[in-house]
């Protein structure tokens, strides 16, 4: 989760393109029952990238309830303190937040904290997002309607790189695969198809599936359309 300037994620192209691949217990069952959409963010140092993420999630259009979820995993910068300064502007947005973490001299890794941020949030589809990442605005409304109406599926999206034309060929094959390449490339030295920061799916698929592997790999066992 290290910060890299020349390689950044924008999610759901302004085209359209969409690829379809601390409260009491009644006070948590009824958040659960409300919340829609809980974002999923990891962070660790990245206190450099937050104000660009958290606009983006602050300016979706998506009308329905929205959460965020950040479980800070041991963080040296002052990455806890942005976050906390965002809390009010999301609050006012109608965009719950929920941040945790630890101060661990060794961080626990990437799917320790996806996890994590997925067990204290509430929504009813998960949203995952890198904290270096920049969602376009209508992201979260275009993969949940798609995941509307693909419940048993994980959504992903095509993807731009900021600055343009930064690992050009990885970018290229993650924005042309075909329907049938989705699953059959699923395997390849790249990686899976739909790749992580574009991640989307209800939280009773994610549930099903299992919790992200802890050591360091990506448990990948989703259905996957175009």
Not at 63 to 74: I, K, N, P, Y
Request: hydrophobic share 30%; net charge neutral.
């Amino acid at each position: 989760m290290k910060p890299n300037p020349t390689k950044r994620l924008r999610t759901a192209e302004e085209d359209g393109d969409v690829r379809e691949t601390g409260r009491g217990d009644h006070g948590e069952e009824e958040r659960r029952k409300t919340v829609d959409v809980s974002i999923i963010m990891p962070v660790h140092n990245a206190s450099c990238w937050l104000k660009e993420c958290l606009q983006a999630i602050l300016q979706q259009d998506f009308a329905g309830s929205m959460e965020l979820s950040v479980f800070d995993d041991a963080s040296t910068d002052d990455s806890r303190k942005v976050l906390e300064g965002w809390r009010e502007r999301m609050e006012d947005r109608g965009i719950s937040v929920v941040i945790s973490g630890h101060n661990s001299s060794q961080p626990g890794g990437v799917g320790f904290a996806k996890n994590k941020a997925v067990t204290q949030s509430s929504g009813q589809y998960l949203c995952f997002q890198d904290a270096d990442d920049i969602m376009f605005p209508q992201r979260v409304r275009l993969q949940y309607e798609t995941s509307l109406r693909n419940a048993n599926c994980l959504i992903g999206c095509r993807v731009q790189r900021l600055p343009e034309g930064s690992t050009e060929r990885y970018t290229r094959w993650i924005n042309s695969l075909t329907q049938d390449q989705l699953i059959t490339q699923a395997y390849t030295s790249h990686g899976p198809t739909v790749v992580m920061p574009t991640w989307f799916c209800s939280r009773k698929l994610f549930l099903k599936v299992g919790l992200f592997d802890e050591g360091g790999k990506v448990r990948f066992n989703f259905s996957t359309i175009r």
